[in-house]
């Protein structure tokens, strides 16, 4: 049973001490700040760093950040990838997925000072201690498996709950004043139209489409009427089942854009050829119309969490955008299938792509989609974070580079939601950092904040009026505010569903709770409110009907068996919903609200972890082994209409510019090329006011910007960082850019200045993924780069040295690995999507692309001795016939090379392009690289 927050008690005595213990650890072993030197992106008030310094060297030396190892313990060119446009592959059935139950960890939160500051201020990060996991709830649902069938009956009402009328929808504020006459300010805050009913503009979409998994109200609700009341997965007559494909199992959402259905998926399960894929199929009949193909690469992800996000349609530009589970970011024509343009994010930005498949979803709003990730960058983005990207949808373009508290306790799968709130649009979503951030869309500065768990959270947001509801089933957190600033403790409590007023400003972690209700565990589901009533399904597949004005349970919970993964669609009156262990509902709603069971059944193979949704009168219900079209033959269907959404305030109420937005925001260039640079400028509430006509620019680094914002790279410019800075009135936006030459490179590590008192220098700053997790120490009287092992969660690392276009090169460097604990590490270089590695514990040598598939894995016996300097030399060529060919060898330093390459793997479906880079595993050996060259194949 959950409790109302308000009437809790208070933690036991063992719990107080417990907190008061952990809180002198972290003290004790002290807190590391946010990272210092250059402001963010997306900020508008600081000056560039004057510490920082740009050399034209090879390697640079500019402002330190925190040392890594003091962490507590615990051009502009898009690189289009060629992409396989491919006709339906026969009959394949997908491996039923197998969700992991996530282990819950003690988190101390530092205090918070309350900024209820219109810009993006950045709040103090949280320091982070795990403790045991608590398995009785996972325990309880395995036995409330075996139980459920006998108790599933008809709800009954509580007996002190009154029987309520469907409350009736308040139509929305009417718009507001026409336009001043004296002052020519634009009335609308975006000259684009939107695709969302985020916005006042007029949507170019078809209403019964379903671009967005959680459909065009984002908030799971299909106006569509003359549903059926029943289906049956075995199909035949009378079974509701208009079409089958039991080749196309997924645990991806599909959407439904002008009669196209889209969704991701694995391609080629089980053979050498495995990745994943974006197909389209005939949403009336079936047919696939194209499928888009594309690698898994440089990731950890295991095959059954392949195809965790979903597509989102844009009618305006016609294109689906698809985030792959390794980073590979695409924006594809919807009629063709073909890839428009391409951003690598692990590449490129440092996007974390890890075992647990946690990817985001993107999200259309105006002339951007806005896509995020736990981001593990350069410079002041070295720090882990997650970070948010708005970038144009049409040319692909970093419009704007945000982010949240450094050094979150976890990745996140948490899906954003935006709608007008308070008069402008809200972008909001579950950080992972443990709060629910809202974020302004158009510029990415933060509108406020709020600390809702200690871990990250993974349920997805409801908007609903001014106000956000949101559930998680982590360790929950309890706030209080004391002169000005807020001040989080873990409680020791698992679970909580909040209501928070989102018209609020800086941290509202205190000031924005309208209620909360612990001990209600619902980590995934998304909730759905109907009539004034919260239908909310819990990680036991229970769901609670709320009063969302209290948060009072109305009624005795509607037992649906044990797990629940997706969320449910509510249309024609009736809730659609499949459990994750492969139960399927459809649920009526009574006069007053509580529900009543009209159909339920199992899949006959395949388990629930997408949603079902419906466009066009027609039900889809993905599955994993199969996806299903639901509907009547006989039967017509119709459509209610959307209704009206709440009006975004003219920009003439608030005319004045207070946020200078610089872009292109991040840019990675060749030297002596060129950045067209312009600055568009934004009213505290994120409305766009206008361009910027006088504005003074300025660039740090080895690059030259006339006043028309067109920047050119110096010719000798080397693996450099600059700093561009436009200043337009009393206003100041700030962009970062990276100037990498083409190859050859050499990395010695000999121009690195080390501090006397630390021992320690830092890697080179263009490095992506480098400089959180290496140093750079005197080991012997040379200067070597090395991979500590002290870094959280930071065993496995990646790091990248620069542009993703790059393609027929060859990697070396010096290596050597530590022993310790009678552990040795795994060390390994990068090229073009593959990996080269020695492996330690293993005593292998071994070439891959994917590390946990290892689809084209081969390897060798190799003894890795501790403390002994190794060479490794890795090539990777595009082959005639359209494969690509990976060569690897090793050898001690002091011993000549072999004329054999010890590895060679030959991919079908390559990589043809990709960023050279560093491999290592080191969870208790250190790795050491020195000497690291790349040189194109001659």
């Not at 889209?262 to 009336?284: H, I, N, S, W």
């Not at 990680?539 to 349970?553: N, Q, S, V, Y």
């Not at 962009?735 to 000999?750: Q, V």
């Not at 959280?792 to 690995?817: C, F, N």
């Amino acid at each position: 049973m959950f409790r109302p927050y308000a009437h809790r008690l208070h933690p036991t005595m063992a719990s107080a001490t417990l907190v008061f213990i952990l809180s002198l650890t972290i003290f004790a072993v002290g807190c590391t700040p946010p990272p210092t030197g250059r402001p963010s992106t997306s900020n508008t008030t600081l000056n560039p760093n004057p510490n920082t310094t740009v050399s034209d060297s090879t390697v640079t030396t500019p402002a330190k950040l925190p040392e890594p190892d003091e962490v507590p313990v615990d051009e502009t060119k898009m690189a289009v990838e060629a992409s396989n446009v491919v006709p339906a592959k026969t009959s394949e059935e997908l491996t039923p997925v197998v969700t992991p139950d996530e282990k819950p960890g003690k988190t101390l939160v530092d205090t918070v000072e309350t900024t209820p500051s219109k810009t993006s201020d950045e709040l103090t990060p949280p320091a982070v201690t795990d403790t045991p996991a608590d398995a009785a709830m996972k325990e309880e649902a395995v036995k409330e498996e075996v139980t459920t069938e006998a108790k599933e009956e008809k709800p009954v009402p509580k007996e002190m709950t009154k029987q309520e009328e469907p409350a009736k929808q308040t139509p929305p504020e009417e718009a507001a004043a026409k336009k001043e006459e004296a002052k020519p300010v634009a009335e609308v805050a975006s000259a684009k139209k939107t695709t969302t009913a985020a916005s006042t503009t007029q949507s170019e979409a078809d209403p019964q489409d379903w671009l967005f998994w959680r459909g065009p109200e984002f908030n799971g609700i299909s106006r569509a009427t003359g549903l059926p009341d029943s289906w049956d997965p075995e199909g035949g007559e009378g079974s509701n089942v208009l079409w089958k494909r039991d080749d196309l199992g997924t645990r991806s959402t599909p959407v439904v854009m002008n009669g196209k259905l889209f969704m991701l998926a694995a391609a080629e399960q089980g053979t050498p050829r495995e990745g994943e894929r974006v197909v389209c199929v005939d949403a009336k009949t079936g047919e696939t119309i194209w499928e888009n193909r594309f690698n898994v690469y440089l990731s950890d992800v295991p095959v059954e969490r392949v195809g965790w996000s979903s597509v989102t349609a844009d009618p305006t530009t016609n294109t689906v955008f698809a985030l792959g589970v390794c980073g590979h970011f695409q924006c594809i024509d919807a009629d063709t299938g073909k890839t428009i343009w391409t951003h690598k994010m692990h590449e490129e930005f440092g996007m974390l792509t890890t075992y647990g498949g946690r990817t985001n979803f993107p999200l259309v709003f105006e002339d951007l989609v806005i896509i995020s990730g736990i981001v593990i960058g350069w410079g002041d983005y070295a720090k882990p974070a997650h970070r948010f990207l708005g970038i144009d949808k049409e040319t692909g373009e970093v419009v704007w580079f945000t982010e949240t508290t450094p050094l979150p306790y976890d990745t996140t799968y948490s899906t954003p939601t935006i709608k007008i709130v308070d008069g402008i649009p809200q972008y909001i979503i579950g950080a992972g950092d443990g709060k629910i951030w809202s974020i302004q869309p158009r510029t990415g500065q933060h509108n406020w904040s709020f600390s809702f768990a200690a871990r990250g959270l993974f349920s997805t947001p409801l908007i609903e009026g001014d106000r956000v509801f949101m559930a998680q089933g982590e360790e929950n957190v309890i706030t209080t505010e004391e002169d000005g600033k807020v001040n989080v403790q873990v409680d020791n409590t698992m679970g909580a569903v909040v209501s928070v007023d989102a018209t609020k400003r800086g941290d509202i972690s205190v000031s924005g709770e309208n209620w909360k209700i612990v001990e209600l565990v619902a980590n995934r589901s998304a909730p759905v409110i109907v009539d004034g009533k919260m239908y909310l399904i819990d990680d036991r597949a229970k769901m609670f009907i709320l009063d969302p004005e209290t948060g009072e349970e109305l009624f005795d919970k509607v037992r649906l068996g044990s797990k629940m993964f997706g969320s449910p669609l509510y249309a024609d009156g009736k809730f659609y919903l499949m459990t994750e262990n492969g139960r399927y509902y459809v649920l009526g709603r009574q006069d007053d609200g509580n529900i009543e069971i009209l159909s339920k059944g199992r899949l006959p193979d395949g388990d629930g972890i997408a949603s079902p949704i419906c466009a066009q009168g027609r039900l889809y219900f993905p599955t994993s082994a199969a996806l299903y079209c639901v509907g009547t033959e006989d039967q017509k269907t119709g459509f209610s209409g959307l209704p009206e959404q709440p009006t975004e305030d003219p920009v003439s109420e608030d005319p004045k510019p207070a946020h200078a937005q610089l872009i292109p925001a991040e840019t990675l260039i060749y030297p002596g090329k060129e950045v067209d640079y312009r600055v568009k400028l934004f009213n505290a509430r994120g409305q766009f006011v206008k361009d910027a006509e006088k504005v003074d620019y300025s660039v740090e680094g080895p690059a030259k910007i006339d006043q028309t914002g067109k920047l050119t790279a110096n010719e000798d410019a080397g693996h450099a960082p600059a700093y561009v800075t436009a200043k337009a009135g009393d206003l100041t936006g700030n962009s970062r850019l990276r100037i990498i030459p083409a190859l050859p490179w050499s990395f010695d590590f000999e121009n690195i200045t080390v501090d006397e008192k630390t021992g320690k220098g830092e890697p080179p700053i263009t490095w992506i993924g480098a400089r959180y997790r290496h140093v750079v120490r005197d080991v012997d009287g040379n200067k070597v780069m090395v991979k500590i092992t002290t870094i959280p969660k930071g065993t496995r690392s990646q790091g990248w040295m620069g542009h993703s276009d790059l393609h027929d090169y060859t990697i070396e460097a010096d290596v050597m690995g530590h022993e310790k604990d009678g552990q040795l590490p795994d060390i390994g270089v990068t090229a073009q999507g593959y990996i080269f590695m020695l492996m330690g514990n293993e005593s292998k040598a071994r070439a891959l692309t994917w590390i946990t598939q290892q689809r084209i894995a081969k390897d060798v016996d190799f003894t890795l001795e501790p403390g002994v300097w190794y060479h490794i030399k890795f090539k990777v060529s595009n082959q005639d016939d359209g494969t690509a060919k990976a060569q690897g060898k090793a050898w001690k330093k002091d011993e000549p090379e072999p004329e054999a390459w010890m590895v060679e793997i030959v991919d079908a479906v390559p990589n043809t392009t990709g960023s050279p880079g560093l491999f290592g595993n080191a969870k208790t050996g250190e790795i050491y690289l020195d000497n690291i060259k790349v040189t194109p194949n001659s």
